[in-house]
């Protein structure tokens, strides 16, 4: 059963305009959550992450908001640039182990 | 420093066959993964291991064996090669047990 769940398959969004991605988990012991981004032919690459203490980190154009009451985190990227168009997967992980669970991805492609 | 590297990149197999993944790093990371991705599936965890010396299951280990070569290698291995194993496989290794460090994939695909 997936602890780690990415209801939308794809996302087609503008240049210039907001991405938002989302996620939600089912396992209240998880208390980190990362996402990465994964070009085609290429291994996924860490993109930004988020303790359980904090509700939002931000980086640059990246901002990672997490709801833990409703088990909800989501991912901003302001503003869209066609190099962000690839594969963004979620993820989470319990204190002391050394397991990720990963979400399914979301493909997101920016127009020009 | 070349990070986390995966041999082959390619690989076509016929039902029954052997094979072993490598993987090493250069990053003097204690953990290593081994996932596959599937469609609509993400990334799946076969095996890992937490330190040089140790490995534990995953989420999907049937099938495959793993060793702990030493502190920069990790090897997956397929006995007896399934359809089913048709997938994009992937090496990952970390310092802590969060920011992962992935290699570019292995294609197999089974016959």
């Known amino acids: 059963d997936q602890q780690v769940k990415q209801n939308s398959p794809s996302l087609s969004v503008q240049e210039g305009r907001i991405s938002i991605l989302n996620c939600d988990y089912t396992?209240?012991?998880?208390?980190?959550f990362l996402w990465y981004k994964k070009y085609p032919a290429e291994g996924p690459t860490f993109l930004i992450s988020i303790s359980s203490i904090k509700d939002k980190n931000e980086d640059g154009r990246f901002t990672v908001f997490l709801n833990k009451s409703a088990k909800h985190l989501s991912l901003h990227i302001v503003p869209s640039q066609p190099g962000d168009s690839a594969v963004y997967f979620c993820?989470?992980?319990?204190?002391?182990?050394?397991?990720?669970?990963f979400g399914a991805g979301t493909t997101v492609t920016v127009r020009a | 420093n070349a990070g986390v590297t995966q041999t082959p990149k390619f690989q076509v197999l016929k039902t029954g066959q052997s094979m072993t993944l490598q993987c090493a790093q250069d990053m003097n990371h204690n953990s290593m993964y081994w996932y596959r991705q599937d469609p609509g599936m993400g990334l799946r965890l076969i095996y890992y291991s937490a330190s040089e010396g140790t490995t534990d299951k995953g989420e999907v280990p049937n099938g495959y064996n793993v060793s702990r070569l030493n502190k920069r290698e990790f090897s997956l291995r397929l006995e007896s090669a399934a359809p089913s194993q048709t997938s994009v496989y992937f090496c990952a290794s970390a310092l802590s047990s969060y920011e992962q460090y992935f290699g570019p994939g292995t294609r197999l695909t089974v016959t």
């Open positions: 993820a989470a992980s319990e204190s002391g182990d050394y397991k990720l669970s």
């Open positions: 396992n209240s012991m998880f208390d980190y």
